[in-house]
Protein backbone atom coordinates (compact mmCIF):
# COMPACT_ATOMS: atom_id res chain seq x y z
CA UNK A 1 0.00 0.00 0.00
CA UNK A 2 0.71 3.11 -0.98
CA UNK A 3 1.27 6.85 1.18
CA UNK A 4 -0.69 9.31 -0.65
CA UNK A 5 -2.73 7.78 -2.73
CA UNK A 6 -5.05 9.20 -5.41
CA UNK A 7 -9.08 8.35 -6.39
CA UNK A 8 -10.30 8.28 -9.07
CA UNK A 9 -7.28 7.19 -11.23
CA UNK A 10 -8.59 9.01 -13.97
CA UNK A 11 -11.87 11.36 -14.37
CA UNK A 12 -13.07 12.63 -17.44
CA UNK A 13 -16.02 15.64 -17.05
CA UNK A 14 -17.32 18.40 -19.13
CA UNK A 15 -16.13 21.89 -19.53
CA UNK A 16 -18.14 24.05 -16.09
CA UNK A 17 -18.40 20.87 -14.39
CA UNK A 18 -16.72 20.60 -10.89
CA UNK A 19 -14.02 17.81 -10.22
CA UNK A 20 -13.41 16.24 -7.54
CA UNK A 21 -10.00 14.17 -6.22
CA UNK A 22 -9.20 12.29 -3.47
CA UNK A 23 -6.04 11.39 -1.61
CA UNK A 24 -5.44 8.69 1.15
CA UNK A 25 -2.23 8.58 3.29
CA UNK A 26 -1.57 6.04 6.15
CA UNK A 27 1.08 7.81 8.65
CA UNK A 28 1.03 10.82 10.10
CA UNK A 29 2.00 14.25 8.73
CA UNK A 30 3.09 17.50 8.87
CA UNK A 31 1.50 19.26 5.71
CA UNK A 32 -0.45 17.90 2.84
CA UNK A 33 0.70 18.99 -0.57
CA UNK A 34 -1.20 19.13 -4.02
CA UNK A 35 0.37 19.49 -7.50
CA UNK A 36 -0.13 19.55 -10.98
CA UNK A 37 1.49 18.04 -13.82
CA UNK A 38 0.69 19.03 -17.15
CA UNK A 39 2.18 16.22 -20.07
CA UNK A 40 5.64 16.64 -20.85
CA UNK A 41 5.82 18.92 -18.01
CA UNK A 42 7.08 19.72 -14.20
CA UNK A 43 5.12 19.57 -11.20
CA UNK A 44 3.36 22.55 -10.24
CA UNK A 45 2.64 23.55 -6.59
CA UNK A 46 -1.25 24.12 -6.26
CA UNK A 47 -1.75 24.20 -2.78
CA UNK A 48 -0.33 23.33 0.51
CA UNK A 49 -2.13 22.35 3.86
CA UNK A 50 -0.86 21.92 7.42
CA UNK A 51 -2.19 18.76 9.24
CA UNK A 52 -3.93 21.55 12.16
CA UNK A 53 -6.28 22.95 9.05
CA UNK A 54 -9.06 21.46 7.84
CA UNK A 55 -9.58 23.60 4.62
CA UNK A 56 -8.22 25.63 2.48
CA UNK A 57 -8.76 27.77 -0.88
CA UNK A 58 -7.04 29.01 -3.44
CA UNK A 59 -9.35 30.64 -6.76
CA UNK A 60 -11.58 27.70 -8.27
CA UNK A 61 -9.31 25.31 -5.66
CA UNK A 62 -10.76 23.83 -2.75
CA UNK A 63 -8.75 21.66 -0.53
CA UNK A 64 -9.92 19.21 2.71
CA UNK A 65 -7.84 17.40 4.98
CA UNK A 66 -9.54 15.10 7.64
CA UNK A 67 -6.36 13.77 9.36
CA UNK A 68 -8.46 11.47 11.51
CA UNK A 69 -9.48 9.60 8.16
CA UNK A 70 -6.13 10.17 6.90
CA UNK A 71 -7.59 11.61 3.49
CA UNK A 72 -7.88 14.60 1.33
CA UNK A 73 -9.39 15.80 -1.17
CA UNK A 74 -8.85 18.14 -4.22
CA UNK A 75 -11.95 20.43 -5.68
CA UNK A 76 -11.73 22.19 -8.45
CA UNK A 77 -15.25 24.49 -9.61
CA UNK A 78 -16.38 25.74 -12.55
CA UNK A 79 -13.06 23.27 -14.63
CA UNK A 80 -11.85 24.89 -18.14
CA UNK A 81 -10.11 22.86 -20.63
CA UNK A 82 -6.79 23.95 -19.33
CA UNK A 83 -7.14 22.57 -16.10
CA UNK A 84 -6.60 18.82 -18.19
CA UNK A 85 -3.59 17.82 -16.50
CA UNK A 86 -2.47 14.90 -13.82
CA UNK A 87 -2.75 15.95 -10.38
CA UNK A 88 -1.00 14.43 -7.25
CA UNK A 89 -0.98 14.71 -3.93
CA UNK A 90 1.79 14.88 -1.76
CA UNK A 91 2.83 14.38 2.21
CA UNK A 92 5.41 16.12 4.33
CA UNK A 93 6.08 13.51 7.26
CA UNK A 94 8.83 15.30 9.39
CA UNK A 95 10.96 12.78 11.20
CA UNK A 96 13.81 14.84 10.37
CA UNK A 97 13.23 14.72 6.42
CA UNK A 98 12.00 17.10 4.11
CA UNK A 99 11.19 14.48 1.66
CA UNK A 100 7.78 14.42 -0.14
CA UNK A 101 6.12 10.85 -0.32
CA UNK A 102 3.66 10.90 -3.46
CA UNK A 103 0.41 8.82 -4.96
CA UNK A 104 0.18 7.83 -8.79
CA UNK A 105 -2.01 10.58 -9.21
CA UNK A 106 -5.44 11.82 -10.73
CA UNK A 107 -5.43 12.27 -14.85
CA UNK A 108 -8.41 14.76 -15.48
CA UNK A 109 -9.49 15.61 -18.87
CA UNK A 110 -12.22 18.21 -19.01
CA UNK A 111 -13.70 18.64 -22.48
CA UNK A 112 -14.58 21.68 -24.14
CA UNK B 1 12.51 35.01 -12.28
CA UNK B 2 13.71 31.68 -14.23
CA UNK B 3 12.48 28.62 -13.17
CA UNK B 4 14.26 25.35 -12.60
CA UNK B 5 15.59 24.16 -15.66
CA UNK B 6 17.04 20.53 -16.18
CA UNK B 7 19.61 19.42 -19.10
CA UNK B 8 18.42 16.84 -21.10
CA UNK B 9 15.24 16.88 -21.31
CA UNK B 10 15.54 13.57 -22.96
CA UNK B 11 18.15 10.98 -23.15
CA UNK B 12 18.51 7.55 -24.47
CA UNK B 13 21.70 5.32 -23.80
CA UNK B 14 22.29 1.66 -23.90
CA UNK B 15 22.83 -0.42 -20.92
CA UNK B 16 26.42 -0.30 -18.71
CA UNK B 17 26.97 3.47 -20.34
CA UNK B 18 27.11 6.42 -18.16
CA UNK B 19 24.58 9.36 -17.94
CA UNK B 20 24.89 12.92 -16.57
CA UNK B 21 21.62 14.81 -15.78
CA UNK B 22 21.80 18.43 -14.75
CA UNK B 23 19.64 20.36 -12.60
CA UNK B 24 20.30 24.85 -12.55
CA UNK B 25 17.64 25.72 -9.58
CA UNK B 26 15.71 28.72 -8.72
CA UNK B 27 18.65 31.31 -7.99
CA UNK B 28 18.81 31.74 -4.23
CA UNK B 29 17.16 28.34 -3.32
CA UNK B 30 19.51 26.87 -1.12
CA UNK B 31 17.16 23.46 -0.58
CA UNK B 32 17.88 21.27 -4.14
CA UNK B 33 15.75 17.88 -4.40
CA UNK B 34 16.41 14.58 -7.16
CA UNK B 35 12.48 13.02 -7.16
CA UNK B 36 12.40 9.88 -10.12
CA UNK B 37 9.38 8.38 -11.49
CA UNK B 38 9.57 5.07 -12.94
CA UNK B 39 7.08 3.66 -15.60
CA UNK B 40 3.42 3.07 -13.83
CA UNK B 41 5.04 4.10 -10.43
CA UNK B 42 5.09 6.68 -7.85
CA UNK B 43 7.37 9.54 -7.73
CA UNK B 44 10.11 9.15 -5.54
CA UNK B 45 12.21 11.04 -3.36
CA UNK B 46 15.99 10.42 -4.03
CA UNK B 47 18.20 12.74 -2.66
CA UNK B 48 18.04 16.67 -1.05
CA UNK B 49 21.23 19.06 -1.21
CA UNK B 50 21.11 22.21 1.24
CA UNK B 51 24.00 24.59 -0.43
CA UNK B 52 26.44 21.71 -1.13
CA UNK B 53 25.69 19.12 1.40
CA UNK B 54 23.57 16.37 1.09
CA UNK B 55 20.83 16.70 3.64
CA UNK B 56 19.23 13.37 3.04
CA UNK B 57 20.25 10.65 0.55
CA UNK B 58 17.94 8.20 1.75
CA UNK B 59 16.36 7.55 -1.29
CA UNK B 60 19.24 6.92 -3.80
CA UNK B 61 18.77 3.66 -5.04
CA UNK B 62 22.59 1.96 -5.12
CA UNK B 63 25.82 3.12 -5.24
CA UNK B 64 25.63 3.80 -9.29
CA UNK B 65 23.71 6.97 -8.53
CA UNK B 66 26.02 9.64 -7.91
CA UNK B 67 24.61 13.20 -7.05
CA UNK B 68 27.11 16.49 -7.08
CA UNK B 69 26.54 20.07 -5.92
CA UNK B 70 29.92 21.95 -5.56
CA UNK B 71 29.71 25.50 -4.68
CA UNK B 72 25.94 25.35 -3.78
CA UNK B 73 24.58 25.85 -7.37
CA UNK B 74 23.45 23.53 -10.04
CA UNK B 75 23.38 19.78 -9.32
CA UNK B 76 24.13 17.02 -11.46
CA UNK B 77 22.92 13.43 -11.01
CA UNK B 78 25.25 10.56 -12.59
CA UNK B 79 23.85 7.19 -13.31
CA UNK B 80 26.93 4.78 -13.88
CA UNK B 81 26.21 2.02 -15.25
CA UNK B 82 22.65 2.25 -16.44
CA UNK B 83 20.94 -0.07 -15.92
CA UNK B 84 17.52 -1.08 -17.95
CA UNK B 85 15.41 -0.50 -14.62
CA UNK B 86 17.23 3.11 -14.31
CA UNK B 87 14.49 4.37 -17.03
CA UNK B 88 12.19 7.00 -15.93
CA UNK B 89 11.90 10.70 -15.70
CA UNK B 90 14.22 12.70 -13.10
CA UNK B 91 12.89 15.74 -11.36
CA UNK B 92 15.18 18.71 -9.99
CA UNK B 93 13.05 20.36 -7.50
CA UNK B 94 14.93 23.66 -5.59
CA UNK B 95 12.82 25.52 -2.21
CA UNK B 96 14.08 28.67 -0.84
CA UNK B 97 13.59 27.30 2.34
CA UNK B 98 14.05 23.92 3.60
CA UNK B 99 10.81 23.24 5.47
CA UNK B 100 8.02 20.94 5.66
CA UNK B 101 5.83 24.01 4.95
CA UNK B 102 7.90 25.30 1.60
CA UNK B 103 6.52 24.53 -1.78
CA UNK B 104 8.80 22.90 -4.43
CA UNK B 105 9.14 24.19 -7.78
CA UNK B 106 10.13 21.55 -9.98
CA UNK B 107 11.87 21.63 -13.63
CA UNK B 108 10.27 19.49 -16.36
CA UNK B 109 12.77 16.93 -15.99
CA UNK B 110 14.70 14.57 -18.06
CA UNK B 111 13.28 11.74 -19.21
CA UNK B 112 16.14 8.67 -19.28
CA UNK B 113 15.35 5.32 -21.07
CA UNK B 114 18.19 2.47 -21.10
CA UNK B 115 17.87 0.06 -23.81
Known amino acids: SQQGEEDPQALSIQEGENATMNCSYKTSINNLQWYRQNSGRGLVHLIL?????REKHSGRLRVTLDTSKKSSSLLITASRAADTASYFC????????????FGKGTKLSVIP | EAGVTQFPSHSVIEKGQTVTLRCDPI?????LYWYRRVMGKEIKFLLH????????ESGMPNNRFLAERTGGTYSTLKVQPAELEDSGVYFCASSQRGSYNSPLHFGNGTRLTVT
Open chain 2, 49 to 56: FVKESKQD
Open chain 1, 49 to 53: IRSNE
Open chain 2, 27 to 31: SGHDN
Open chain 1, 90 to 101: ATASGAGSYQLT
